[in-house]
């Protein structure tokens, strides 16, 4: 994967974030993101909604980062 635009470097990290953070909940009970910023404060909430984001964004965007 070379030549990814800054956003697309963003999504996939916010992404893998995500991802580590539900298994970290479905594993052990423990929520990273809760731990760091707070359960439900505003910094939290704000990044769930950007995981959320670049989900969809990665979801649909997914055959052209894969031809990059």
């Known amino acids: 994967m070379k030549n990814l635009s800054a956003i697309d470097y963003i999504s996939l990290i916010l ?10 909940v479905g594993a052990f009970n423990f929520n990273l993101v809760a731990t760091i ?12 909604v950007l995981v959320g984001l670049s989900a969809i964004y990665v979801a649909v ?3 052209n980062l894969a031809k990059k």
């Open 15 to 24: 992404v893998a974030v995500g991802g580590l953070n539900w298994g970290l």
């Open 37 to 48: 910023f707070g359960d439900m404060s505003s910094i939290s909430r704000i990044v769930y």
């Open 61 to 63: 965007n997914i055959m």
